[in-house]
């Protein structure tokens, strides 16, 4: 079980960039894939981007490729979402897991989420 905190939400002009960062603390940390969900006012949590233990793999929703990338660095227990040419349909709260389960891409496979934070791109 690990403990996760999200921070470096905030407001944008459409075009802009942001750095989500996902703080972890638990000893078993640099063992997961990691993952970046959001959720929109009246829409369902979706996947954006996972990364595996070792951050050798990554995988992507469509709507995030060649606009995001997800890195961590194990060494500082943390999580990164690099955020370029945001949209405003890129507004919602952002939240990091971690993954237990089989799928990549599926809500259900990931726990101990965070506490998210608030990403707003302004058009």
């Known amino acids: 079980q690990v403990q996760l905190v999200e921070s470096g939400g905030g407001l944008v002009q459409a075009g802009g960039s942001l750095r989500l960062s996902c703080a972890a603390s638990g000893r078993t940390f640099r063992s997961l894939g990691m993952g970046w969900f959001r959720q929109a006012p009246g829409k369902e949590r979706e996947f954006v981007a996972a990364?595996?233990?070792?951050?050798?793999?990554?995988v992507y929703a469509d709507s995030a490729k060649g606009r995001f990338t997800i890195s961590r660095e194990n060494a500082k227990n943390t999580v990164y979402l690099q955020m370029n040419s945001l949209k405003p349909e890129d507004t919602a709260v952002y939240y990091c897991?971690?993954?237990?389960?089989?799928?990549?891409?599926?809500?259900?496979?990931?726990?101990?989420w965070g506490q998210g934070t608030q990403v707003t791109v302004s058009s």
């Open positions: 897991a971690a993954r237990y389960g089989s799928s990549w891409l599926a809500v259900r496979d990931y726990g101990d």
């Open positions: 990364i595996t233990w070792s951050g050798g793999g990554t």
